[in-house]
């Protein structure tokens, strides 16, 4: 390695950053929807305290943020179990908002294994995210039976995507084929 001190001068930037002018700005589009409106006025000036003068000049600036306290919502379902006579056994319906044999929701599930094969995020971390923000106890065990039993679901469907990306039409020629 080279010391900082020997290393040259980097060249200074030849031209000034930021868009040429009469370019039109590029920003972050405001929101559609607006939830809350709050006014901001001084009582008195901030620096000798003095009275202020009304004007009926002011600006807008919105915020977009995520409430403080997020609280997960624990619904419990009641299953009714009834007889068939005709099947001559018992039958129940299928609770359609979690996996079977699960005691988290699908969008607890996604957001979880979004974080984790999408974006990284170790599952130490996750079940820390889901304690301290959403204040939900989760085990890391418990994520990965879950995300077991999401890959059976989606199993299928990786299959097919699989099955249509070799059979595709868009293959060059010379390339070899693709084995999964």
């Known amino acids: 390695m080279v010391p ?89 319906p299928i609770v359609p908002d979690a996996l ?16 984790h094969y999408g974006l990284g995020v170790t599952i130490d971390q996750i079940v820390d995210i889901l304690g301290y923000h959403l204040q939900t106890e989760l085990t890391p065990g418990g994520l990965i039976n879950a995300w077991q039993r999401l890959s059976e679901i989606l199993l299928a469907w990786y299959e097919q995507i699989v099955e249509e990306a070799k059979n595709s039409a868009y293959r060059t020629v010379g390339r070899p084929p693709i084995t999964w």
């Open 100 to 115: 079977p044999r699960a005691t988290i929701g699908h969008h607890l599930i996604s957001l979880t294994a979004w974080l």
């Open 4 to 92: 900082i001190y020997t290393k040259p001068n980097t060249p200074r930037r030849r031209k000034k950053p930021g868009a040429r002018k009469g370019h039109p700005g590029h920003r972050r589009e405001k929101p559609e929807r607006i939830d809350q409106r709050k006014m901001h006025r001084l009582k008195r000036c901030p620096c000798c305290s003095g009275p202020l003068q009304r004007c009926e000049r002011k600006r807008t600036r919105v915020i977009e943020d995520i409430p403080i306290e997020i609280e997960p919502v624990v619904t419990e379902h009641t299953i009714w179990r009834d007889y068939c006579p005709k099947c001559k056994k018992h039958v129940e």
